[in-house]
Each structure stands twice: as structure tokens, then as C-alpha cells.
């Protein structure tokens, strides 16, 4: 028994199928709930403060906390002046 070749449309239908499985399996791979990411404490910064030096900033003078911006994404850049 011989089997008919593969039209082109068939083959870029199984390829797209292929990679489709592929990223679903990615994505729901990614989006399992782990333990680990699931404990904010052992990810938390350690809490310390700072003075404000800079006048233009609205708090300007006042300590600055970690905790203060605990709910919310942040970056922190400690520059060198001299």
C-alpha cells in the first residue's frame, strides 16, 4: 500500500498544529502555581531607609522607606555624586 504525498496546504496545517501544542503546552507550563512563587516573604527586600537629598523630590529631607512602596513595582539606584 502506498500513501499519496503530502500536499503542501496539509503539511504547513500539521506544521502550524504542531507549533500551536507547543506553545500552549509552554504557556500552561508557565502559568502553574508553585510553591516557591508563591512565598513573598523568602523574595522580599530587607526593609531599610534612606534621606530624601534630592529638592526637587516632594518628600526632600524625609526618610525614605522600603515598606513605603512594598505594594508596587519599584527600582532602586543608589548613585555616586561627587
Do not use: K
Not at 17 to 24: C, E, H, N, P
Amino acid at each position: 500500500m502506498t500513501g499519496r504525498p503530502i500536499g503542501e496546504p496539509m503539511r504547513r496545517l500539521r506544521i502550524l498544529a504542531s507549533v500551536s501544542a507547543v506553545a500552549l503546552v509552554a504557556l500552561l507550563a508557565a502559568c502553574a502555581d508553585s510553591d516557591s512563587s508563591s512565598d513573598v516573604s523568602a523574595n522580599a527586600a530587607p526593609d531599610f531607609g534612606l534621606q530624601d537629598v534630592n529638592p526637587n523630590s516632594r518628600r526632600h529631607g524625609r526618610l525614605v522607606m522600603v515598606r513605603d512602596y512594598r505594594t508596587t513595582v519599584s527600582a532602586w539606584y543608589f548613585g555616586h555624586a561627587t
